[in-house]
Structure formats: C-alpha cells, structure tokens
C-alpha cells in the first residue's frame, strides 16, 4: 500500500526535488544561472529578477550568499522562508483590512 501524503509533506518534497533538479551536475549546490533558472521558473510572481542586470546580485545580496555562489538547499531554504513569512503576513493583513472593513459597514 503506497503511503499518502499530506499536503504540507508534498510540498516539502516538491521544495527538495526542484532544487535539486536544477543542478545539472547533481551537485549539492547549484551555481549562479542554476540557481536563476530556478528562481525564474519556480517563483516567477514571488521573486522579481528577470529584466533586471543586477537583480540576481541583490537577491543573493539578501540571501547574505557571495556573489559568486554557489547557492546551497540551506540557502535556499532561507529564500522560502522569507517569502512564506512576507506571504503570511500579507494574508493576515488582508485578513485584517477585511474585517475592519466589514466592521466600518
């Protein structure tokens, strides 16, 4: 019987396997335009890189990653983290300005 997984633990595993699928050489690292590629495909709407000669740079400026990698999963992890935190709080002030509006009404 094969195991079901929830949500949350698939997830996870999508996070691990695209990392991971965008080094070429299996590495447990991925260098600079991997890790771009990587950005601009998985995160298009939550990271903005693309069309910008520096963009890269800043990210991993932020991401306190030397300029010229490589990027690590822990790095990585560090990247989701900041943007599922900045995502939380988006919900929850969206959350917030609904029922203050609900509650001006």
Avoid: Y
Wanted: proline share 4%; aromatic share 6%; net charge negative.
């Amino acid at each position: 019987m094969a195991a079901k997984f929830s949500e949350l633990e698939l997830a996870i595993n999508t996070l691990v396997t695209e990392f991971h699928a965008a080094s070429e050489d299996k590495s447990p690292a991925l260098n600079l335009e991997q890790f771009q590629r990587l950005v601009t495909a998985q995160l298009p709407d939550m990271v903005k890189i693309s069309g910008e000669d520096d963009g890269v740079s800043k990210l991993l400026q932020e991401m306190h990653v030397p300029e010229a990698g490589p990027v690590t999963f822990a790095e990585f992890w560090g990247l989701v983290d900041t943007l599922a935190t900045t995502q939380f709080g988006l919900q929850k002030r969206e959350k917030t300005a609904k029922c203050v509006k609900c509650l001006l009404l």
